[in-house]
Every structure is written in structure tokens, then in C-alpha cells.
């Protein structure tokens, strides 16, 4: 029997405001216990992980999906690697972010605490369901997490090691609660969850969006997609751009912050653009492009519209070239998802325009796309990245699961 | 013929980018203009406030609405005002929140940005006009505005003098537009605008907030009601509280930062909710409450569960009292709409546990509910109160309408 949402939402809500009130140490001794146990408990945890594996392979799923589901002794210490650096940050609730005295005496206080219960509906990596509770607790946040039905005995497991890991901290082991009702109708549910999610993170396809577009009534911050852009500029380091390039596509071309959209100035494209190609397709990129590209690489496809749109997620990538500066920040705040680009070059003026002008929530100079993420930015992990304006934007830490409140301090003041 | 509401929102994206990148000075300088413009043109923007009253009073509008319809030379004055305030403020554009570097060397920065294109709905007070176009040029941002039709050609005249105000200063007009289709359809169309819109901040009652509901699909900042609480503390000092619910009640009951709920610790009831019972309901209050405050004001009429959760807007106030500070945050944490709630104590710790425990956009401690507001706060106007809890809580000002990029520095940094 599986727990109805409403009822997991409803125990999440009053744990929360236990946790919202927890000191740093309290929080920061649950993350540790957790690790510990995550140590303790690895056997365990391979069990269930090799259980959901066997079930997914007898049901057919793909190498991509199943490689991702897995557990591995290198991923359990990642993991608890990640719940270590997270409790090792600063704790962002309590901070007076800002405070000011008005003429009739008031002080005013602007302070951060936490959101109350986050919620976070995610496809099938299993560190997620540590990464994400770590993120909630270390924020002062109770946390409502809904992986997927093909790891539901992994994520049982490790979420079990984090609500012990709380008790062990005297917090309430509800501060961290599973969804452990697989079906379509309880992610609706959970997405519809009013009086109990103050925020709900979705991180997935564009199924889970479009789910997300239909039926949420909570507030959302989406983990949208990436379609990320390099811009080699006329002034780049060219060696140093091809680098960048190759990284930004094939060091990992499945996650989002891949890049996906090559742009070259036209000054450097007859140099640059036959030299990327060779070594793109020598990785087995499929390279399409606009017509100045294909003029200098015969062997590239027609980009359309659709192409320069797209998040490829694959070794693809579309290139265009471009008159100038202004050429690129237009083709680029055009196409662009607004969640990483990056530019090449040794000009500062285009340095500080491209990241004054770019409209997306990271930009990147002289580095590839590939950092825009939690662990790299000194997060420890990250509960997603904000794709969206509102709230939060960019890889989303501890801080990014905080509101403020003001605080006014009086003695007697009346409005006249 | 009306300009449709698409075409308004393109023009707008259009001139925000350029607001992103305009100074300080830029700014300030349209600020400044306007609000000469505002003087000089005072006749003719009576002449036009002066049509829609009349329009309004042969249509049949009620005393209250057409009172906050008026312009009047005072009202001329306060707009005027707030203009110069916002245009004094700091700008929050471009500020740095944070940096740091990592390990790899890549240095990485947060910097303040405008959200791009704001969109306001707003109901007949004439002076949101200038108010919400101030607060958006100050921070970057482009406004589309949609007031009630009844104020039309006032609207209308004040947004033509913010218009040629950023003209003077080199800015585009197009900044700042008003919607000048009053149909309900045109209001919809705004809130599905997803493609132009980064934020609708509707400022309204109940109908407008269902409206936004049911259509809206572009990001929303909800400026919603105020059901506001004033707890009187066991070790309050009870003349000042009595001038403290006095002026959250009756001083304008109308607006959203009037008490609607009177908290009692029962240690002082029994002196002060007969002598503060007397004094309303002198001011004409009508109160009802829990059988404990019965017992103590036994003219008193019963409060039902939906009088303890209702936004009054008039001189009705719901009585309740409580056996201790945990009663009272129970109780005005289950009720309150999340906008401002107050203490009056003079004992430390229950003014800590008071906020830091209620889960209020805005918490006071011995000053009236009446102070949160945007002028009061010292923002010059507001583009509205928030009482949700993702992006901005509380009085918004210039800086609840930036959204932050984070700029990564690299020199040749690639993933490994």
C-alpha cells in the first residue's frame, strides 16, 4: 500500500516547521549521519539498486536509461561525498540580507528563511534523491521527493538513510519524505498540492514540462532545457576555442549544459571553422549549419530554424557564422534556452559585452559550457538549474531554497 | 482603435533591451522628466481624470471607487513625489551579490539584472500608473500596463507624460505602454503573453487573483490579501497596544495592511479586550470573536471559522483569545493570508519566537500593521506587496523586479 500524497504533504508541512527553526549544527549532524550511514548501508543499497536493475532489464529499458539508474561503489561515495560538502556550507537561513532605519524610528530587517516544504519530481539518477534532501535540510526546508517507478527501491532506500540520518540529529524523519505511489495520477497530485509544496522543482524531458505546463498549481521553478551556445569570437585564442568547443560538445553530450550551437565570427570562420569540423567530426559530431558555414565545410547539412531551436542532447550541433559581436548576441538571445553560453576571446570590450548582452542565466568567458552546475560552482550538489527569471536562475544551491521575510522593529509607531 | 495586446508586448521587449543597458543616469533622468511633466501638464491631466469621473458617475460608480478614481492636485502631488523618490533610490542593476573563485581558477560572479519586461493589472487607483512605470525604468525593466477601463484616458495621459519623460532622456517610449483595450479578452491575452511577459504582478480583489488562476501562464508575482493579525502579548504595554490595533483597524480599513484580527493572551484580556472593545467599536468597528472574548464582551457577535480566515477591507474585526504565545502563533499562522502580522510586548524572547515562528511576507513587533508599503518602507512607491513566498515577499521595490546571471571568468578551463 502506498501513502496518499496528500498525507505525506500534510506530515512534510509540520516537519517543516520543526526544520525551518533548526540550528546549523542539528542540520549539518543529520547530513554527516546520513553519509555515515550511506557508507554503513552500502550492501544494502546495491541490493535494492541491483533488484530495480534487473526488473528494468527484464522490462526492456535502454543501455542510456539503465547506465543511469545504476549504482555503483563510485557513485555511493559521490554521493556521499556531496551530503559531506553540503553540510560543510554556509547555512544561508538567519542571514540579514539587508536592514535600514526610516525617519519615524522603525528598523527594518530583510532576513532569509527557509521556503517551508520543496518538492522535486525527477527522472532516474538515484543520487538525486540524496543530493536534493541534502539541499532541503541544509536550507531549512522540508523535503517532498517523487522519483521514478524504476527506482523506487533504490530511492526507498536511500531516503530511509536520510530520515534516519535526521532522527539520529533529533530532527523529524518527515522532513524528508518519498512519494511512494508510482503512478501518473500521484505526480498530478503532488503538482497540485497547495496547501502543503511552497515550491516545486521539476527536473526532466519535455514530458515532465509539458505535465508541468498542464497541470501545476503550486509555484514552479523549472530545470528547463539547454540549449547552450559557444561563440568564437574574432579576437578568440583559436587553439584554446577549439578546446573550449570540443569540451562544450563531447565531453558529455547528453546533460544539459552541453553546448549544442556553434557561432563563429566571420573573420576567424575560413581559419577556424575547417579545423573544428575535422576535429567535431572525428568525435562523431553531425555538424549542420547556416549557409556561410556549409561555403567553408561542404561536408555540413542545412540547419533549419528547428535546428538552431534544439536541444540535440546527442553529438550534434548546429554552427552558424556571423558578422560581428552584435551578429552573434542576436542569433544567441534568438535561439538561446537562457541557460549557458559562453564566448572566446581576448577582447575585453566583447567580453563585457557578451556578458552584459546575453540574455541566460549563466555566461561563460573563455570556459566551457560544461561548468554551469552545482558541484562545480561550490555547491557540493545542486537541487536542479533554473532555466526561468523568477526566484532563482542558474544551478540552484541552498540559498536558491530561501525566501526572505522583513522583520520590523517598533516602539509603539502608529500611521498617521 | 485599440492596439492589440501582442503587438504592445513586442514593442516592449523591443525597448527593454535597451532599458537593461541604460545608466543609472539614463534613468533617473526619465524619472526626473516625468515628474516635471507632471506639473506642468497638472491641467490637462485633470481635464482627462475629469471625463472618466464623469463618465464613472453617470454609470453609477460608488462613492468609495469613484473617490479612489479622483485625481486631485494633493494626489498630483504624492505621484510627482514618488517619482522624485524612485528616481533617488539606488539602482540595483549591475550590483554583485556574490563571488568566488574555485579551485580550477574560474572566477564566478552573480551580478543583479532586469527581469526584462513587467507587466501590471491594476484596478482604478490612477497614481499605479506612474508609481509602477517608476519602480520598472528604475530597475531596467519595461512595463506593460493594464489599468481598469474607468480610468482610461487618466491612465492614458500619465503614461504619455512617463513616455515623453524617457523620451527627453534618450530612452525609448516604448518602455513604458498601457494597454488601451479594456476588454476582459485583452486582459487575458497579457496573462498568456509568455513570449514578450517575464512578469504580471496583478494588484486587485478576489475576481482579478481567480482570473490569473485560471488564465495565466506567464510567470506571476501575486499581490494578494491581507488577512493581518495584531497579537496583544501577556507583558504588552497595554495602552500602546490599544493605539497600536486602533490605528492597524481603523486608520484606513480599507487597504490591504489593516488588521482584520484581534490575538489576545489571556493573562491580559480580561483588562484590555473590554477597554479596547470600547474604543472600536467608539470608531464604529464591529466585532466578533471566540467564546473566550464572548465571556469577556458579551455584546460581541460570534466569530465563525471563515470571519478568523476573511479580509474585511471595512470596520469588522474578529477577536480571539489564546492561552499562551504557542496559541498564538497556531492561530494566526492557520488564518493569516502570509502579509503582515504584529506584536505588541515588551518581553525579548517572545518577540524572537514571534518572528522567527509567523510565516508572514512581513512581521512587527510594537508598530502598527499599517507600515508595510513601499513609501513606508522607504522604496518611494511599490510596485505591489507579494504575499508569496518565490521571488519577492513583502513591499516590492525597484530590486523585487531584477533577477540575477551568473558570469563565469575563465582562461581556457575545460571539463575533465
Redesign the interface.
Given at each position: 500500500m502506498s501513502t496518499p500524497v496528500v498525507e505525506l504533504g500534510r506530515r512534510a508541512k509540520a516537519a517543516s516547521?520543526r526544520l525551518a527553526?533548526a540550528s546549523t549544527a542539528e542540520k549539518d549532524a543529520a547530513l554527516l549521519a546520513a553519509a555515515d550511514l550511506l557508507v554503513e548501508r552500502a550492501a544494502e543499497l546495491l541490493a535494492a539498486n541491483h533488484r530495480d536493475i534487473a526488473e528494468a532489464e527484464a522490462a526492456g529499458m535502454d543501455a542510456t536509461p539503465l547506465d543511469r539508474l545504476r549504482l555503483t561503489d563510485t557513485r555511493l561515495a559521490g554521493m556521499t561525498s556531496a551530503l559531506r560538502q553540503v553540510a560543510a556550507l554556509a547555512d544561508p537561513v538567519g542571514d540579514v540580507i539587508g536592514g535600514?532605519k526610516?525617519p519615524n524610528g522603525?528598523r527594518?530587517e530583510q532576513v532569509r528563511v527557509p521556503?517551508?516544504v520543496v518538492a522535486v519530481i525527477y527522472e532516474n539518477r538515484p543520487n538525486v534523491t540524496s543530493d536534493a534532501a541534502a539541499i532541503c535540510v541544509k536550507s531549512g526546508n522540508a523535503a517532498v521527493l517523487r522519483g521514478s517507478s524504476t527506482a523506487q527501491r533504490t530511492n526507498a532506500a536511500i531516503a530511509e538513510v536520510v530520515r534516519d540520518g535526521l532522527a539520529k540529529a533529533g530532527l523529524p524523519r518527515d522532513a524528508v519524505v518519498l512519494v511512494d505511489d508510482p503512478s501518473h495520477d500521484a505526480a498530478i497530485e503532488l503538482m497540485q498540492l497547495d496547501d502543503y509544496i511552497?515550491?516545486l522543482v521539476p527536473r526532466g524531458g519535455p514530458e515532465l514540462l509539458a505535465g508541468i505546463?498542464e497541470h501545476a498549481?503550486v509555484?514552479v521553478?523549472i530545470d528547463g532545457d539547454g540549449n547552450c551556445h559557444v561563440y568564437v569570437d574574432a579576437s578568440a585564442?583559436l587553439s584554446?576555442a577549439l578546446?573550449?568547443v570540443?569540451?562544450?560538445k563531447v565531453?558529455?553530450p547528453s546533460v544539459c549544459n552541453a553546448a549544442e550551437s556553434l557561432v563563429v565570427h566571420a573573420d576567424v570562420a575560413p581559419e577556424f571553422l575547417p579545423r573544428a569540423a575535422a576535429a567535431l567530426e572525428a568525435d562523431g559530431v553531425e555538424l549542420v549549419g547556416d549557409d556561410r558555414a556549409r561555403q567553408l565545410v561542404s561536408a555540413m547539412g542545412v540547419a533549419t530554424d528547428d535546428d538552431f531551436a534544439r536541444e540535440f542532447l546527442a553529438l550534434k550541433m548546429s554552427v552558424a557564422v556571423v558578422p560581428d559581436l552584435d551578429g552573434a548576441i542576436a542569433h544567441i538571445n534568438r535561439y538561446s534556452s537562457g541557460h549557458t553560453e559562453a564566448i572566446v576571446t581576448r577582447d575585453l570590450d566583447a567580453a563585457r559585452r557578451f556578458?552584459?548582452?546575453i540574455?541566460?542565466?549563466?555566461?561563460?568567458?573563455?570556459?566551457?559550457t560544461?561548468?554551469?552546475d552545482g558541484e562545480?560552482?561550490?555547491f557540493g550538489a545542486e537541487i536542479g538549474i533554473s532555466t526561468?527569471?523568477?526566484?532563482a536562475?542558474?544551478?540552484m544551491g541552498p540559498r536558491a531554497l530561501t525566501?526572505?521575510?522583513?522583520?520590523?522593529?517598533?516602539?509603539?509607531?502608529?500611521?498617521?
Open positions: 516547521q527553526l535600514w526610516r522603525l527594518i521556503l517551508g511552497d515550491c505546463r498549481t509555484p521553478v585564442d584554446r578546446d573550449i570540443l569540451n562544450a565531453q558529455r556578458t552584459q548582452e540574455d541566460s542565466g549563466t555566461v561563460v568567458v573563455n570556459a566551457s560544461r561548468f554551469t562545480e560552482f561550490g526561468q527569471k523568477l526566484h536562475r542558474g544551478p525566501t526572505y521575510k522583513y522583520v520590523v522593529w517598533g516602539d509603539g509607531q502608529v500611521r498617521r
